[in-house]
């Protein structure tokens, strides 16, 4: 069977000589048929250095195809399987051979080529002639319900790769004679404009295979007439969970369910007859993964006539963003829902907790006043302390809404001078507190992008606070400054105040945490927390400097001040 | 001359009593009219339900209004107030425990007179109503009858 191959061989090669690119297929399809495998042709370059793929055949043409994007392509013969096995003699029989076993020099595509069909062993012999090396017959097994190469194939690869070698050599010099008669003078640049835009072919080809086979979205390209892929890459592959050797021939009805195929190759038909760019924001995808949702865009491919021959394809992965995005939807509107419940539970505490405080106060001095013949002196204490602790009680409500108002106003940046504001609670202070006689100062760049209510309300707290403890000092001093630390902006209000012990300095931030007695210094302890939270909507930071009879320094960075 | 009626819109007994109490600290003589809800507030203003045998067709000097009021709020019957032409100038001071931004908007936008936020303090409520009397019943002309 195998030698009657051989003979049919021998004549189609004869009758090749005159047409070139025929005799390079006649070889590959005969030893593919005399050996039942796939063979393929490399010739070298006259250094002996590159190798280049000029043919390939096998019964599946689907091989056939996914050896396509290697033929033409210059590859280092070093790179190539025999050149890794070996290169000395450029001969290699392995009949059992496992693709791990090969080292990491090998050309990547043709890695990939020997992974895809699966081949489990080889024969490569080199063809010489007249002492030449001219290229490399390769025989490839894949099909592995068939026996194993053994010495009788490799006799008739052999014999093949001789006849081949003859045909070649010879229709080399048939094709050397016609091109010297066709135009001697101008052969040598003719040849050279051709190596040329070959070397550039090839590399844009080498350029464009790396690009498809890397980028992280599917590409796929299908032929105009029936859709059937002709190409597809590695992240389609692993986005479908389909090997490109199954796509390649068919089309979308061979892997989807029929509604989406349908819906796949109305856009592909659209994309066509418009020859215009279709962009599909999302469809719905089945996978070996399940499904999954694709951005996809269809280009035309259009001949020098302005027909469409190809599609291309390029899909996105977007299921998790859209499973993100919704998880977001969700988010927001529970966080919508949650404060519109604060703003309920506020507004209620505004009202309702305020009406029986009002009660105990207005009643204990209702008592005070027209009862007081009847109550002595502790009785009348007492009466005292309940207002007391009503209106201490009012202050901590009315303080804990601020806090909570800070929380849910919304940040507005504008251009505001912490200087302009400064000055002004400092003069509502003077004005609450005439006695007082406070030296105070604003020095630096002052001004910057906040949100001038809450940032108000921050300056408030920290000029009451230094307004408050500087209250014994001799001369009481309260100097807010800005200075530039590390590409940062950071302002500080320093007093000469009582100070406190940096051990707490820890628990000034919180709500409820005080340094100092009521009696000493009153609060509700509220204040700092409150800052604290202005400067976080800000994105900035907030610290405390201090030590006990030494004032304090507040310290506070508003984040970016370009942000909204 | 007779004084003139201030209308309380009042639902809590404690807040009435002790409203009353700091009018009559503030020395101010005017009878004191008290409705509990909204609905009454409208009823009595505009003379039914309730209110529709009311012999007097007098409009109140002031209307002292709280906002959280039982079936119809502060802020409708002001609304339904400045609707009318009747009671359309009638003087309505908000007298309420919010302070929340809102409802002082609110109030404004719908006419309000004034806004007070009742303090805790009752010293300073009675401050308070000594000087919303003071303005309302006594330095402010009132509209012809």
């Not at chain 1, 979308?252 to 215009?276: C, G, I, Q, Y």
């Not at chain 1, 404060?339 to 209620?348: C, G, Q, T």
């Not at chain 1, 006043?369 to 409500?397: C, H, K, N, P, S």
């Not at chain 2, 936008?109 to 000594?130: C, H, M, W």
């Amino acid at each position: 069977m195998a030698l009657t191959e051989v003979s049919i061989a021998a004549s189609a090669f004869s009758e090749s000589t005159t047409d070139y690119d025929e005799l390079l297929k006649a070889i590959t399809r005969s030893c593919a048929r005399a050996l039942k495998a796939t063979c393929t042709l490399g010739l070298f370059d006259e250094t002996g250095v590159m190798i280049t793929p000029v043919a390939a055949f096998d019964a599946d043409p689907r091989v056939v195809e996914v050896f396509a994007p290697m033929l033409h392509r210059p590859r280092r013969y070093d790179e190539s399987l025999v050149g890794q096995l070996s290169p000395a003699t450029g001969n290699a029989f392995l009949p059992a051979f496992d693709l791990t076993t090969l080292g990491p020099r090998i050309a990547p595509d043709t890695f990939r080529f020997l992974s895809d069909i699966g081949v489990s062993g080889f024969i490569t012999i080199t063809m010489r002639v007249r002492g030449e090396n001219l290229g490399i017959l390769s025989v490839l097994q894949h099909d592995r319900s068939r026996p194993p190469l053994d010495e009788f194939d490799r006799e008739i690869a052999n014999h093949l790769a001789n006849l081949a070698g003859f045909a070649l050599a010879n229709a080399r010099l048939f094709r050397r004679a016609q091109q010297e008669l066709a135009g001697r003078l101008s052969a040598e640049q003719v040849s050279e404009q051709l190596r040329e835009s070959e070397s550039r072919a090839v590399e844009a080809n080498l350029f464009l295979d790396a690009v498809l086979e890397n980028i992280p979205a599917m590409v796929f390209v299908k032929e105009a007439a029936q859709l059937s892929f002709v190409r597809f890459n590695r992240a389609g592959e692993e986005l479908l969970g389909i090997p490109r050797m199954e796509m390649i021939g068919k089309t979308d009805f061979d892997f989807f369910p029929t509604s989406e195929a349908e819906f796949f190759v109305a856009k592909d038909r659209e994309t066509l007859r418009n020859r215009h760019m279709v962009d599909i924001p999302e469809e719905p995808i089945q996978t070996a993964s399940g499904e999954r949702w694709l951005h996809t865009r269809k280009v035309p491919v259009v001949d020098d006539r302005g027909e469409p021959r190809y599609l291309v394809g390029i899909s996105h992965d977007i299921t998790d963003l859209k499973r993100d995005m919704a998880a977001l939807e969700r988010a927001r509107d529970h966080a919508e829902r949650a404060n519109a419940e604060l703003e309920a539970f506020s507004y209620s505490v505004a009202h309702d907790l305020r009406t029986p405080l009002r009660a105990i106060d207005g009643f204990s001095q209702a008592l005070l006043e027209d009862f007081a013949d009847r109550l002595d002196e502790t009785g009348q204490g007492y009466l005292t302390r309940v207002r007391g602790a009503a209106q201490r009680m009012a202050m901590l409500i009315d303080d804990l809404l601020k806090l909570s108002r800070v929380t849910r106003a919304q940040l507005n940046r504008q251009t505001v001078d912490l200087g302009d504001l400064f000055r002004a609670i400092v003069t509502a202070l003077q004005r609450d507190a005439p006695a007082r006689e406070v030296e105070v100062a604003a020095t630096g760049d002052l001004v910057t992008r906040a949100d001038p209510k809450l940032l108000s309300i921050a300056l408030d707290n920290l000029l009451g606070n230094a307004w408050k403890f500087t209250a014994r000092a001799p001369v009481a001093r309260i100097a807010l400054s800005a200075e530039d630390r590390d590409g940062e902006r950071v302002y500080c209000l320093a007093d000469n105040g009582v100070g406190f012990d940096m051990a707490y300095s820890h628990k000034l931030f919180g709500v409820f945490n005080r340094l100092h007695t009521d009696q000493d210094f009153p609060g509700t302890g509220v204040g700092l927390a409150t800052v604290h939270r202005i400067i976080s909507r800000h994105g900035g930071r907030v610290w405390a400097l201090g030590e006990v009879g030494k004032g304090a320094k507040f310290c506070f960075t508003l984040g970016d001040t370009r942000g909204p | 001359m007779t004084d003139r009626v201030i209308l309380l819109v009042e639902d809590n007994r404690d807040d009435e009593e002790l409203t009353l109490r700091a009018l009559a600290k503030s020395k101010i003589t005017n009878p004191v009219v008290v409705v509990r809800d909204g609905v009454e507030a409208l009823d009595w203003m505009f003379r039914r339900g309730t209110h529709a045998n009311r012999a007097d067709h007098e409009v109140p000097q002031v209307v002292l209004l709280d906002l959280k009021l039982p079936k119809i709020d502060g802020l409708e019957v002001l609304r339904e107030l400045r609707a009318n032409e009747a009671t359309k100038l009638v003087p309505v001071v908000i007298l309420t425990s919010s302070v929340e931004e809102q409802d002082l908007v609110r109030g404004y936008g719908l006419g309000a007179n004034s806004y007070i936020r009742k303090p805790v303090d009752f010293t300073q409520f009675v401050e308070a109503v000594r000087q919303l009397g003071l303005y309302w019943l006594v330095l402010n002309e009132p509209i012809p009858r």
